[in-house]
């Protein structure tokens, strides 16, 4: 490239892309349903897409440089790269156009499966409670350049006036997190196939070019973690031949800039070696990552995008702080320092001016997606024009954060005393050995016991229920009536197929953790703060902003109630310490140890009153604890311990017959291991349907002495599996661990899936067991 064109000095990597009310979620759905056509969804989503920009100008981004993303995505960001690269699995290979290209209704295939064609795997995004497919790569996949959706997105926004500025995940991260395709050699990586991946991209960056796009940002998130399975010096090799080819070497007759966005880390080693190629841009993500305290040679030709404001929380930012990194900043040498978010801004809510119900000093304390870009709007000018210029701002700035730090409820003495007095044996059990003998004679479970997760689909009526009761239109009694109509009803499905331990079905719970949120201290929740979670999923994620105590005692009528209806035993249901601070926005303001510890204590009240009124077998699910695994290993040590600690605090008051599951959601298990196994839970159920039982050789090789359930039911996709299937899975799972080890399970809970599904795999689930038992 001859002469760089100008990067703008203020920009966002990413928006939200589901919409301020979820109406891409809404109109893909329907189109699923079969109830809209694909015109339609597109119809949504370029108006979608309009609105984003729409705003993203009226908040201060220009439309002549482009500091606006054209980031949109129908499902994930990862399947898109997939699309657009034609590497799509021999299994959907019907779906394709003699082009590569994958339809609407292709493309949600590929993510959603058919039949006896499994989706793509889902796993989470780095260190955030979003989850993306897995490519399968193998020796054979053709790239071929086949997607043109980000052209034609950019093209759209061109001929509206803006100047977008395409995203796309890098080629370096796109096959770091791909797997291998199933009968690949052992020794094959999808990194061996780099060289034949990058003329696509060079292809899609010749054609955005054509296009008029001056820019590209291409994510690389993969160079700022040490999870995944390519090894450091593999990854950065693979980065001097990707940025040098992409840059230099394989370029077509033109090109945009090249700006490389690594969120969610520190650079690290990767920063030198980037620096060292000709990409144009380089982002930090200055929140989770520093910036080196020195010059960085090669960045001198280079513009530094300092990602300052934090793209996956919603605090309001200490402005002046945020303005003094970006002026140190100089040190390193870059030709331009221009403001930016630490990731994409996917994981925030929109607009914090759609609460109407969330306290006003709270809401004063927080920023969403917009305001975060006029907090990058306000440092960016700020840098070019001087400090005097958004006086005004940075005065605002700090007194939210002061009034933050003074406010009722955000350091309660009591709760301090209580986390601070807290002795070694508040975080253990006795001998597993003996609770194992304690709970088998009190539970008396056949082998291979079958239970489920906890939930059950939330039917329409149960919403409906809640929203009336939300709108005050049913009494609480009437709500309570309703849903213990409907804790009957999952009772008596239950028992009719043969479950051993049986669930309430978590009728009355909107949301594993916000539900929780809602009945302890310390906490708010937000009326329309949707954000994605897969797919079309979202969640609303609660916030944490105070010290947590429980005023209450939550879950225990609920399951006191379903107890009595029946004579097997019921399972209390909690979300854990871990999984509530992951999937919450969490206070930055203090160690995450010390919230940990205080949930940990009201959950550890909640246990003792549901072993007090008799509940035998209680679940305390921790499905995010892998997903809060920090990138970096030097991080490791620390937050296992004090992840781990907390579980076992709200855990460890029990008595040994009293039977303590937890549940992850996911199988990779290698690097947590430990972890699994400090939380001492007596029984553990896993993801395992999508992998099929592979994680069960690693446990019984790692002589993991407690029990597990790896899940034989694939949840996350509306394929009903063939008792055969399962027959097979659980044959296999008997092979690989000791019976007396081995639960029965779906891979998570059901509240997604709707009874037409979820019926028919359960019988089949128990059926299955039953074949499997007698074979005992
Ligand atoms: N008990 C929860 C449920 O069944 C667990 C869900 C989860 O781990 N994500 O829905
Ligand atoms: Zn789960």
Redesign the pocket.
């Known amino acids: 490239m001859s002469e760089t064109p100008q990067f703008p000095t203020g920009s966002v990597l990413g928006y939200p892309r589901i919409g301020p009310r979820r109406e891409l979620k809404k109109a893909i759905e329907a189109f699923w349903a079969g109830r809209s056509t694909a015109d339609e969804v597109e119809a949504t989503a370029a108006q979608l897409r309009r609105r984003t920009r729409d705003r993203l100008v009226e908040l201060g981004l220009p439309k002549d440089v482009p500091a606006i993303p054209s980031a949109f995505s129908f499902y994930d960001h990862v399947l898109d790269a997939s699309a657009v690269v034609g590497a799509i699995p021999a299994r959907f290979a019907d779906l394709v156009d003699e082009d590569g290209a994958l339809d609407l209704a292709g493309y949600s295939t590929v993510a959603r499966g058919r039949g006896d064609d499994l989706p793509l795997e889902m796993t989470k995004w780095f260190d955030t409670n979003y989850h993306y497919l897995v490519p399968e790569i193998g020796p054979e996949t053709t790239f071929r350049y086949a997607g043109t959706r980000p052209v034609a997105e950019f093209v759209e926004a061109l001929s509206e006036g803006v100047l977008t500025r395409p995203v796309i995940v890098g080629p370096v991260t796109y096959l770091a997190l791909a797997k291998a395709t199933e009968g690949a050699p052992a020794d094959f990586s999808p990194i061996d196939r780099l060289h034949d991946l990058l003329p696509v991209y060079a292809d899609l960056l010749q054609d955005l070019a054509a296009a008029g796009a001056t820019w590209v940002q291409l994510e690389e998130p993969a160079l700022v973690s040490e999870s995944i399975d390519v090894p450091v010096e593999r990854l950065l090799a693979a980065t001097v031949e990707a940025y040098r080819a992409l840059s230099t070497d394989l370029t077509r007759p033109q090109r945009p800039a090249i700006f490389v966005a690594a969120p969610y880390g520190d650079l690290g080693a990767a920063l030198p070696v980037l620096a060292a190629t000709d990409v144009e841009a380089i982002g930090l993500d200055l929140v989770k990552g520093a910036a080196p305290a020195e010059a960085v040679p090669g960045l001198e030709t280079k513009t530094l995008v300092a990602g300052v404001i934090d793209g996956h929380n919603i605090w309001r930012a200490d402005l002046d702080a945020k303005l003094q990194v970006l002026e140190q900043l100089e040190v390193l040498g870059a030709a331009a320092v221009t403001v930016g978010t630490s990731t994409s801004l996917f994981h925030v809510p929109h607009d914090t001016a759609d609460e109407p119900d969330l306290d006003p000093a709270l809401k004063s304390w927080l920023a969403f997606a917009d305001q975060k870009v006029a907090e990058v709007v306000t440092l960016a000018e700020g840098l070019s024009e001087g400090r005097e210029a958004i006086h005004e701002q940075l005065l605002e700035a700090s007194d939210a954060v002061a009034s933050r730090r003074g406010a009722p409820g955000v350091v309660r003495p009591e709760v301090r005393e209580r986390t601070g007095s807290l002795t070694e044996d508040a975080f253990h059990r006795g001998d597993f050995d003996d609770r194992k003998i304690a709970q088998a004679a009190r539970l008396n479970l056949p082998p291979l016991p079958t239970t489920t ?1 906890g939930s059950f689909p939330q039917t329409p009526e149960i919403r409906k229920a809640r929203a009336a009761h939300g709108k005050g239109e049913l009494t609480d009694e009437q709500y309570v009536e309703e849903m213990k109509a409907e804790i009957r009803r999952v009772v008596e499905l239950q028992e009719r197929i043969g479950l051993d331990v049986l669930v309430h079905g978590e009728p009355e719970r909107n949301d594993m953790v916000q539900y929780f949120a809602e009945n302890l201290d310390g906490f708010a929740v937000t009326r329309n703060g949707w954000v994605q979670s897969y797919g079309s999923r979202c969640t609303r994620p609660s916030i944490l902003w105070g010290d947590v105590s429980r005023p209450k005692p939550i879950t225990v009528d609920w399951t006191t109630y379903t107890q009595s209806l029946t004579d097997k035993p019921v399972k209390g249901m909690l979300t854990g310490p871990v999984t509530i601070l992951a999937w919450s926005f969490v206070r930055d303001d203090q160690p995450l140890r010390e919230t940990a510890n205080q949930v940990g204590l009201a959950l550890r009240d909640e246990i003792a009153d549901l072993e007090a009124a008799g509940i035998a077998v209680i679940q305390v ?1 921790e ?1 995010a604890l892998r997903e809060l695994l920090p990138l970096r290993e030097a991080d490791h040590a620390d937050y296992l311990d004090w992840s781990v600690s907390s579980f076992r605090l709200s855990t460890s008051g029990v008595r040994p017959d009293t039977q303590i599951h937890t ?4 199988s990779e298990f290698g690097q947590i291991m430990g972890a699994i196994d400090g939380l001492d839970a007596d029984v553990t ?1 896993i ?1 395992a349907a999508r992998s099929k039982m592979e994680i069960l050789g690693d446990i019984a090789a790692a002589g993991y002495p407690r029990a597990v359930g790896p899940g034989v039911y694939d949840i996350h996709s509306p394929r009903v599996p063939s008792e055969e299937e399962v027959t097979e899975l659980l044959t296999d799972a008997v092979k690989a661990i000791a019976v007396d080890q081995l639960w029965v399970n779906p ?3 059901l509240k997604t899936r709707r009874y037409e599904e979820v019926t028919p795999s359960l019988e089949r689930i128990l059926a299955a067991t039953r074949t499997v038992r007698a074979t005992l």
């Open positions: 997760i699910d499905p549940h992850l959601c996911y159920s993801e891979d998570c809970g």
